[in-house]
């Protein structure tokens, strides 16, 4: 029984971590998996959302507060990884636009956003 | 003024960009991204010559302390790969006008040469900066324009082309960024130079190795390691003739610079080539690309698609070299690296001059092609015998040199390789050969005449270029030697 809830509050201690994998690896799944190409951004997007949390876990000091110059807190959170990750959300801001707008005109050249019935009609047309 | 040139390296051609999305102009626009060109190529020169004299240039954005800020630091290694990326957009730029005008809508034309300026910015910042962050922002600056350089094709498979490289390079970027942010939790900065200090007392944790591995897979996808390839050649194929060149010739080669960064300059040849298998596994997937991309590329019906398989392969002889952790080895790929970028760099725009003759470049189109534009087919089979490695070439001083480190290990057998792979490179440039000169052009294709000077010349300089450095070898094989030893010896 001592083993098990050693074993729980290990998991529990890192829930963060395993939240980052599971959205890791299901953003990739999502992206390999599926044949819709705006489904893959949607799991482009997720995989990324995942590297987020990676660095955001990283910076957090528990108890701290948020990193504000003050006399009255000592305890802050490391500012750095969410500088960092501001700017990492704006680059997956932009991948997502210009994925986006790529699929636009791919529809509009090709009348589909599947990516099977895409490679048929590229081969139709040879 | 002169000890702000690692920063005006990177804004000028950022700047560039700007002012060429503003001026809305094509000919405004072309003009920019000229002047930007040859500006940025004399600063690549500049840094180059002080890097020679002082030995490394560190420059602090904004004065900001290097565990703080960021740090642009500028050793032989970074200034010969910023001098090689302006010097290919310095000799790209006089070419580019005639053929974008040919290929882009007039209304777009501005818009290409911003992105064109945003993707040298993006590749000039991964090889200049010494902060792993700042390498994906740059990285991702020059993904992201990549991505809507190759969506500017005229062929609709453009768009499906640029949209599966925009898929994959965001997976590289984050793994990337993942192995980043591994290194940073274990040694708590970002500085390549500090992290290299710190991460010897951790380097056993697995933080590190999986950082390590994240690190390699991405930057791997990024350079389009055989098997992660898969992007590649449609994305050189369907892209405009211009950014095919400028891509082909810089892009993968900026990838590979940044790995040889992490690998022997960040986490330090010992740990990863003495205690862990990555030489082994880098050698397997350089000769798996040597053989298999080549192999591909043999049985290929579009000519530029074909070259682009070329350059899977090509890059496997670079990450060869890179693999053997040994002066001579890693000389040998560098060499390859600046050597293959002006070859590789000669045939794409040689295809693209044709293509401004003519329709297109199938095999079909061509047909006969060396009767008719005999000076631009001359530098395309003059660069294709510098990539089989004919003495007296570029590309022979870049395998001579794999040869001697596969000797000087005792594997003889990967020198058997590396000269049996020749035979493959025979085979598709023998194809490009055949069709050029002893096929009846289709009857469509006659009146093609040979390119304007403007589109020529360019595309000569680089073919005799591919000579030049086959006979006098200092600049590339002594730079490159130098480059190697600074790699090996670690950070300094």
């Known amino acids: 029984m001592r083993e098990i809830l050693d074993l729980a509050g290990g998991f529990l201690a890192h829930y963060n971590q395993y939240i980052t994998i599971f959205l890791m690896v299901s953003g990739l799944y999502i992206v390999i998996a599926r044949g819709n190409m705006v489904k893959k951004l949607v799991g482009l997007s997720v995989f990324q959302t995942s590297v987020y949390l990676l660095y955001i876990s990283a910076g957090k000091i528990i108890g701290g507060t948020a990193p504000i110059v003050d006399q009255r807190f000592t305890l802050y959170s490391h500012p750095l990884p969410h500088v960092l990750i501001l700017t990492a959300i704006v680059v997956g801001v932009a991948t997502l636009a210009l994925g986006l707008a790529l699929v636009v005109r791919i529809n509009a050249a090709y009348g589909s956003i599947e990516e099977d019935e895409i490679f048929a009609r590229d081969k139709d047309a040879k | ?492």
């Open chain 2, 1 to 492: 003024m002169t000890e702000h040139l690692p920063a005006l390296q990177v804004v000028l051609p950022l700047f560039g960009a700007l002012i060429a999305a503003l001026v809305r102009r094509p000919v405004a626009a072309w003009l920019v991204t000229l002047v930007v060109s040859i500006a940025s190529f004399a600063v690549a020169a500049s840094l180059l010559r002080e890097v020679l004299a002082v030995g490394v240039v560190s420059y602090r954005i904004g004065g900001w302390d290097p565990a703080l800020g960021i740090e642009y630091r500028i050793d032989i290694v970074n200034a010969l790969i910023l001098l090689l990326v302006t010097a290919i957009a310095t000799v790209i730029a006089p070419f580019a006008r005639l053929s974008v005008a040919s290929e882009i809508p007039e209304d777009k034309v501005a818009w290409f040469y911003a992105m064109y300026l945003l993707a040298m910015t993006g590749l000039l910042g991964i090889a200049i900066t010494g902060d792993a962050f700042n390498a994906f922002v740059f990285l991702e600056v020059s993904s992201l324009s990549s991505y809507a350089l190759i969506a500017m094709g005229r062929d609709r498979r453009a768009l499906v082309a640029a949209y599966q490289y925009l898929i994959v390079g965001t997976i590289g970027a984050g793994f990337y960024v993942i192995g980043v942010g591994f290194i940073y939790m274990m040694t708590g900065t970002l500085n390549l130079a500090l992290i290299a200090e710190r991460i010897v007392d951790v380097e056993t944790t697995r933080p590190v190795l999986a950082a390590l591995a994240f690190i390699v897979v991405g930057i791997s996808l990024k350079l389009a390691l055989f098997p992660l390839h898969v992007w590649l050649p449609n994305a050189y194929a369907y892209a405009p003739s211009v950014a095919t060149v400028f891509l082909a010739a810089t892009a993968t080669k900026v990838a590979v610079y940044l790995l040889a960064r992490y690998v022997y300059s960040v986490f330090g040849a010992s740990f990863v080539f003495a205690d862990l298998p990555l030489s082994e596994t880098l050698l397997a997937f350089s000769i798996a690309a040597i053989f298999g991309a080549a192999t591909v590329a043999v049985f290929q019906s579009d000519v530029k698609r074909m070259f682009a398989y070329s350059s899977v392969a090509q890059i496997g002889y670079i990450t060869l070299g890179l693999s053997l952790a040994t002066v001579t080895g890693v000389t040998g790929g560098l060499v390859h690296l600046l050597n293959h970028a002006l070859i590789k760099g000669a045939i794409f725009m040689g295809l693209g001059a044709i293509v401004f003759r003519a329709r297109g470049v199938d095999f079909h189109d061509i047909a006969g092609i060396g009767h008719r534009m005999p000076l631009t087919t001359a530098a395309i089979v003059l660069a294709g015998l510098s990539l089989i490695g004919i003495p007296g070439t570029a590309g022979f001083v870049s395998k001579w040199y794999l040869v001697v480190a596969a000797l000087e290990l005792g594997w003889w057998w990967l020198a058997a390789l590396i000269a049996l792979s020749t035979l493959i490179t025979v085979v598709y440039v023998g194809r490009v050969v055949e069709a050029a000169y002893f096929r009846a052009p289709s009857a469509a294709d006659a009146g093609a005449s040979e390119a304007p000077a403007e589109m020529l010349v360019p595309t000569l300089v680089l073919a005799a270029a591919t000579v030049w450095f086959g006979i006098d070898t200092e600049l590339t094989a002594g730079m490159a030697g130098l480059a190697a030893k600074t790699l090996i010896g670690g950070i300094r």
